[in-house]
């Protein structure tokens, strides 16, 4: 497959630490303006269970809703990403033919397709909506791997946009962030009951909230990454079904050959590939499962 003369861009860094840094907390002050100041208009009081539920499940949903409508836009930007508007040459006429079939044959109108400048083989799917998503390939995907792996991983990537699971894991994510917030808060004014709240005020009681939100964010991190796993495996059996099993196999042998570290930006690490090689109590924080299992469970 010729790559030579694709029409790709670089991968575009926002900035360093200190601005991301900076970005996240006005991100964060912003939202919590925005829905404190939403609130307040529909009469919420924050110190009641029902009004604390509420304001919860603003900040829980809220965050994950935004970076899901914003989605595709971060893809592009994150990793220099363009997308096919006119096929002009043969590899992105292929591409747009293979993606226009199998988005066919998954019951979902055709996404964008994209490709970015990335030297190992990767490619992800995102959108807030089944009929108006994104997949990306990496210019190493088309060079290192054969077209009917290449069809397997795109395959793979329809079936995450078919099964709606960038929608379903943002509701997950919503809803572990809802109960982090909301648990934490009650906890903390258990414990401030306890101490007497005369003792350190405002002050002691965020630092017990901030504390207990860590705590239980740990927590709920495993049960988004444990979705997240079993994201991947109906994907794989979505391309087996769209593509065949022995391509798709075929496609996880090829990335397990694969060395090279990848170095996908972390706006989009989550939806790329991912071969996973934690071990032990990493296992649970891992987004994807080991290629091997994945292998497998294709065989058996």
Known sequence: MDTTELNTGQPKKIGG????IGLLIGTNLAVIALFTFVAS?????????????????LF????????????????????GAVVIQTPTNDTERWLVDVVTRLSRDAGIETPDIAVFDHPVPNAFATGAKRNDALVAVSVG????????????????????VANGDMVTLTLIQGVVNTFVIL??????????????????GMGIYFIVVMFLQVILGFFATMIVM????HREFRADSGSAQL??????????????????????????????????????VRKLFSSHPPLEVRIAALQN
């Open 17 to 20: 630490f200190a601005t991301r």
């Open 41 to 57: 208009i529909f009469g919420v009081d924050p110190q009641g269970i029902v009004g604390l539920t509420i304001f919860a499940a």
């Open 60 to 79: 829980g949903f809220g965050g994950s809703f935004v970076s899901l409508a914003m989605s595709k836009k971060i893809a592009i930007r994150s990793t």
């Open 141 to 160: 995907l088309l060079q290192q791997m054969k077209p009917a792996e290449v069809e397997a991983v795109l395959g793979h990537e329809i079936a995450h």
């Open 183 to 200: 648990i934490s808060r009650i906890l903390a004014n258990v414990v401030m009951s306890a101490l007497g709240r005369d003792r350190g």
């Open 226 to 229: 444990w979705f997240s796993r």
């Open 243 to 280: 593509t065949s099993s022995t391509q798709m196999v075929s496609a996880l042998q090829a990335l397990q050959r694969q060395h090279a570290e990848d170095t996908l930006p972390d706006e989009v690490a989550a939806f790329g590939i991912r071969p996973s090689k934690a071990k032990g």
